[in-house]
């Protein structure tokens, strides 16, 4: 999997970190790189909003590009994804025809329906062009996409995507305090249906 960061953190975040573990853990190799931007902060520790929509996209190409054409992964089965923003990236490149032959599928973690508070801005408008399967995991009390707004709004076909609720889990898949599970429990959980998915769909 080419697994993509979200806006506000790089490939080697904690999260990231341990979101590769996890999906390694379950047989999955994942390929992690980052946007300009967050380049760009690497090498002068200034913070930067994210690239436009088209930059993003096409360093994703470039990646996927170089992943395909390298020796060592021929024959593997490629599926993209990421958290929050990457995976925003990952599903309008799903919704690509020209990437229907390349890529085996998408999972999104932590989608970003919509910015916090403002669930009438939906980011979904591609949703009905996916031309490859796609898997959203996402937690119940997201944020960016509660389960009963999800669930709620005739915007979301969800028919043509699947998505698996992490039953307390927020946009970091942190749980509840009173909830058994820990945050890396949700993270390895979230590894298992990606994983599950990856062997169906690929």
Not at 22 to 41: D, H, I, N, Q, S
């Amino acid at each position: 999997m080419i697994l993509a960061h979200g806006a506000g953190a790089p490939a080697d975040s904690e999260f990231m970190e341990r979101l590769s573990e996890a999906l390694c853990a379950e047989g999955v190799a994942t390929v992690r790189f980052e946007f300009p931007y967050m380049e760009r902060r690497r090498e002068d520790g200034r913070k930067r909003p994210p690239d436009r929509a088209p930059v993003l996209l096409s360093r994703f190409r470039d990646v996927i590009r170089a992943v395909i054409e390298d020796p060592a992964r021929k024959g593997d089965r490629i599926f993209i994804g990421g958290k929050s923003m990457g995976g925003r990236m990952a599903s309008l490149l799903a919704a690509e025809p020209d990437l229907a032959g390349i890529l085996a599928g998408c999972v999104c973690f932590g989608y970003p329906f919509h910015p916090p508070g403002k669930p009438d801005r939906w980011r979904v408008e591609h949703f009905g062009r996916f031309a490859v399967p796609v898997q959203i995991i996402q937690g119940t009390r997201d944020p960016f996409g509660k389960q009963s707004e999800v669930q709620d709004s005739p915007l979301v076909q969800v028919d043509s995507c699947g998505i698996y609720w992490l039953d307390g889990a927020d946009h970091d898949f942190r749980p509840l305090a009173r909830q058994p599970e820990t945050q890396e429990q949700m993270i390895a959980n979230a590894a298992r249906i990606a994983a599950g998915f990856m062997a169906v769909r690929g």
